[in-house]
């Protein structure tokens, strides 16, 4: 069983940074795809960016040159790095692992096989 454990969300002006880690604990194979996904309210939940197992990485174009994801793969931990954050970046941020389809790696809702709890990110203006 695999068990994400999402930090450091929270609430900062517009122009602000936050980032985010997510612990990753049970076994991960090395192939899967891991990302972030975000759902604000009354939205449907949307990728925000992943990273594949050779270490490229895909971003939806609302936060391209803003975030960065990244991972620590001795110590199991997935970062995003956010800067420059917006309003309507505010939502409900979601770790996730992609096992359906890793090797693609698409951001795809269908293909996420964990979530974790999520961390709330508030920007305001």
């Known amino acids: 069983q695999v068990q994400l454990v999402e930090s450091g969300g929270g609430s900062v002006q517009a122009g602000g940074s936050l980032r985010l880690s997510c612990a990753v604990f049970?076994?991960?194979?090395?192939?899967?795809?891991m990302g972030w996904f975000r759902q604000a309210p009354g939205k449907e939940r949307e990728g925000v960016a992943n990273?594949?197992?050779?270490?490229?990485?895909r971003y939806a174009d609302t936060v391209k040159g803003r975030f960065t994801i990244s991972q620590d793969n001795a110590k199991n931990i997935l970062y995003l790095q956010m800067n420059s954050l917006k309003p309507e970046d505010t939502a409900m941020y979601y770790c996730?692992?992609?096992?359906?389809?890793?090797?693609?790696?698409?951001?795809?809702?269908?293909?996420?096989?964990?979530y974790g709890q999520g961390t709330q990110v508030t920007v305001s203006s």
């Open positions: 996730a692992v992609q096992t359906r389809l890793p090797r693609l790696c698409l951001l795809r809702t269908a293909d996420v096989g964990y």
């Open positions: 990273i594949n197992s050779d270490g490229s990485t």
């Open positions: 049970g076994y991960i194979s090395s192939t899967d795809c």
